[in-house]
């Protein structure tokens, strides 16, 4: 384990810091620089075009969004109400759909966001790097409600399958050992951060917490709690989740 200063501290100084102007603060958070020109061109963009409705808005934003972030593959797909936060901070492969009101936050000089082909991010879902670096691998398939926040490391390979309402937290904890300081400024812990191999399906409504990782072609049930490593092809499942059996073992027959 690790002990990290707090990121959120460190941010909110950097975006109120004395002397600054408000459109520089503005800046860093919106397009994660000071460019004028390319907060110019993300204002533009998103301000008129982030509600535009039907196949006209998505066509106008697949032409004038690419040019927003760091770098973006052939066609992009964003739907209505996406927030874009960094955006010289986040990389996008080929064929990206982010659908209604997902959000990437890539925040503080260190954050990245890389999204590979084919990724689908379902709506409402929140995608956020606060000094981390986050990974989705091409032809993952994000449900709709999840998280995915790291303030370290968050790397998901390919073609994994998560679902609706998945909270995979990539942060640590935050220390509370002393009582005269207030939690938010005592920094945290972490362990590492997350991993999630190929080929892995994560049922709805689980928590996946920092330091774990779960191996290639594993399955973990709906509910799941998963706290501990997850060795390749392991399907688990409960709170915390417990290895059951592997994808090469038969279930057991009904009983007749």
């Not at 909110?12 to 109120?16: G, S, V």
């Not at 925040?107 to 954050?111: E, H, K, N, Y």
């Given at each position: 384990m690790s002990e990290q200063p707090d990121i959120d501290q460190q941010i909110?100084?950097?975006?109120?810091e004395p002397g600054q102007s408000a459109w520089r603060?503005?800046?860093?958070?919106a397009v994660g620089g000071e460019g004028l020109g390319a907060l110019l061109r993300y204002e533009l963009a998103t301000g008129a075009l982030i509600g535009f409705p039907g196949a006209l808005g998505l066509?106008?934003?697949r032409k004038l969004y690419p040019g927003l972030f760091a770098a973006c593959g052939r066609g992009?797909?964003?739907g209505r109400n996406v927030t874009i936060r960094g955006a010289g901070r986040i990389r996008l492969g080929n064929n990206v759909v982010l659908d209604d009101n997902t959000v990437l936050d890539a925040?503080?000089?260190?954050?990245e966001i890389e999204i590979g082909d084919g990724v689908l991010v379902s709506r409402n879902t929140i995608i956020r790097a606060r000094n981390g670096r986050i990974v989705l691998g091409a032809g993952s398939d994000l449900g709709a409600n999840c998280l995915l926040a790291t303030d370290s490391r968050l790397e998901i390979g390919r073609d994994v399958l998560v679902a609706a309402f998945v909270y995979i937290t990539a942060g640590g904890h935050h220390r509370y050992d002393d009582p005269s300081v207030p939690i938010i400024r005592q920094g945290f812990i972490s362990k590492g951060?997350?991993?999630?191999?190929?080929?892995?399906w994560i049922g709805s409504h689980t928590t996946v917490l920092d330091g774990v990782s779960i191996g290639t072609g594993c399955v973990v049930g709906a509910h799941s709690l998963v706290n501990k490593p997850l060795g390749d092809r392991s399907i688990a499942w409960g709170?915390?989740?417990?290895?059951?059996?592997?994808?090469a073992t038969p279930a057991a027959p009904?009983?007749?």
């Open positions: 909110q100084r950097t975006l109120h603060q503005y800046a860093r958070l066509w106008l934003r992009l797909i964003v925040r503080g000089a260190q954050a951060g997350v991993t999630i191999g190929d080929d892995v709170v915390p989740a417990i290895r059951q059996r592997d994808r009904p009983n007749p």
